[in-house]
Structure formats: C-alpha cells, structure tokens
C-alpha cells in the first residue's frame, strides 16, 4: 500500500525561530501518523531543505504554514492548507488529519503559463491574511538592515557618544567609519520594506518598482509608513500592468520583463508617491509628534501600552507591529519607544530562565 506523502513549507517573518518550530512539530505529527513528509523552511539564511518539482507531483497535500511569500503558486492543481505558522507549531496533527481525510481546497493558484519574470499571485484564506502576509515579507528582508546598522551604530557609542563627529573633542575614526556605515543600514531599511512588499505581491517586477517607491518615501520623510503604502502601490502597479499588458504576443514577454514593467511601472510609482509623500510626511511627523509628547507627559502609560503591544501575541502581528515601529522611530531618532519595546521583549525570557531555574517543579 502506498504511503501518504505530504509536503510542507514553513517561513515565519524574522526567520529564526517559528520556521523551524514548524517544521519539528509537523515532522513529529507525520511520524506518530505514519505519513511520508518533507518541510521546506524559508529562515533568514535562506530557503532549505527545498522542494524540488518531483517532490510536488508525488505529495498527496500540501501545507503552507508561513507568514511570509513562500511560492506557493507551484502548489496549484494540489490539495492546500494554507494556515498561520503559529497553526503549524499548535494544530500539526490536525493539518495533517484534514489532509489525509482529503478535506483541503485544490489550490488554483494562476491557470495562465507565465515566465520567470511575470508578477504571480495566488489565493490565500482572506483578504486581511494576505495582507498581512505581504507585509510580514517586508519586514522579513528588512530586519537584518535595522540588526546590522543598530549593532554597529550602538558599537561606535562606545568610544563616547559624539565620537563619530570629527568636530567633537572625543571624536575617533574607527567609530565614525561604525557609525557611517551602520547608518547606510538604516538608510536601507524602508526601501527594503518596500520593495519586499511589492515583491510578494508581483516578484521582480514589483520589486523593482517598491524599491524606487520605498526611496522617494524616505528621502522625502515619510519614513516607514510611506515605505508600507509605496511598498502596496508598487504591488498594484505591477498587477494592473500584467493584466493590461497580457494581451501581448508570447514573443514580447521578455521585453515586458525587462522594459515595459521597469520604465512605465518607476514612472507610475514616481508619480503617485510626489502627491502622497508631503500627506504621509504629515502623519508620520504627526505619529512621532504624538509620542514625543506621551513618553514626555506619562512614560510609565506609554511604556504599559508598548509592553502589552509586544507580549500580546507571542510574536503575532500585533507584536510585530510594535517592533516595526520602534525600528522605523529608532532609525527617524526617538530612542525611547525602541527601549520599551526592547525591555518587553526580553521579559518573557527572562522570566522563564528564573521560573525553571529557582521553581523548577
């Protein structure tokens, strides 16, 4: 009798830790199910363990438990579960039990043949999901940049706080070049966001215009909600110009790829970003505004609302929201939400190492 296989991809939006606790617990519910299984991760060193196209013919189901892009437009014409990571670690056997019932929706996925470069986009469980799943791609990409500069910018803090301006008494070269160069990281963070964003949603095509989108938002101050909205606008650009542009013959697909999404998909982006920077400037500049005044006015309430924020959801949106923010405020000069956010986030463990180091029973 022939063994039910099934395959997995597992990617959650930093790439560290859910991804791979995904993937344990469904490799252990398929072995206490006596099911064949193969978990592709997408962690922040890259795809593993990757799903080759032999693998996908012989899988009987499909489980996509990502908050990210994974690709899952190869599954189409295959039986889908497409949950939340956090589905993936709680309800393993379960997924795997609605599968083997054949209980999963076929995945439709795109029925056109495209090429390589052509935007792709699939079905997801609802609107609000792919959303979600769009931004949480961004912010994936985005966080080495922030890690990277914040460590070296805090690093050239050492050799005193003014130490990387040549006009300052305590200034040192080698801090200035850690200070410079982790700075260009954070100079990259919301074009990152936004190109990544529109990756998602249209792959190179778009991710070419989110990066141009996600510079004139931040060179122009509208920092990191600018980086979201130029990041989504790209998306849809890119969406719009495949459906106008698909009545071409098959012999112009590579000039679609390489010219006609590039130069009328900047162009378009260009111009939609000069009417919404000087706006989202003001609501960015206003965001900040409104919470210079609160840490002034009452930090202990500021600093209840950030802590809640960041241990609601064990890592869900809601505390990812929080971290965006403090990153994106930490990179625009407000130090303070980061370090709410930062002392938040390292509570939970701390409490569990004292729980099972002094009340280990």
Known sequence: MKKFKIIAATGCPTGIAHTFMAEEALKQAAAKLGVEIKVETHGQIGVQNELSPEDIKQADGVIVAADKDVGAERFAGKRVLDVPVARGIRDAESLIRTLMNGEAPIYRGQT??????????????S???????HLMNGVSHMLPFVVGGGVLIALSFLFGIHSADPEHPSYNAFAELLN??????????VPILSAYIADSMAKRPGLIVG?????????GGA?????????????LIIYGLSHALKKMPQSL???????????????????????????????????????ADFQ???????????GCMSAFDMGGPVNKAAY?????????????????????????????????????K
């Open 180 to 189: 410079k160069t982790g700075a260009f990281g954070f100079q990259l963070m």
């Open 127 to 133: 609107i609000g999901r792919k959303i979600y799943k």
């Open 211 to 219: 990066f141009i989108g996600g510079m004139i938002a931040s060179t």
């Open 112 to 125: 056109a043949a495209k090429t390589e470069d052509e935007p792709k986009t699939g079905e997801s469980a």
């Open 324 to 360: 965006v923010t403090g990153t994106a405020l930490l990179a625009e000069g407000n130090q303070y939400f980061m370090a709410g956010v930062s002392a938040a986030c390292i509570t939970p463990p701390l409490v569990i190492a004292f729980a099972t180091l002094l009340f280990r």
């Open 296 to 306: 002034g006015a009452n930090p202990i309430i500021l600093g209840l609302i950030i």
């Open 253 to 291: 697909e590579g000039l679609k790829a390489i010219f006609l999404y590039p130069v009328i998909g900047i162009f378009l982006i260009g111009a939609v970003m000069f009417f919404l920077v000087e706006p989202m400037t003001a609501i960015n500049e206003g965001m900040k505004g409104f919470l």
């Open 223 to 235: 920092g990191f909600l600018g980086g979201i909205v130029s990041g989504f606008l790209a998306g």
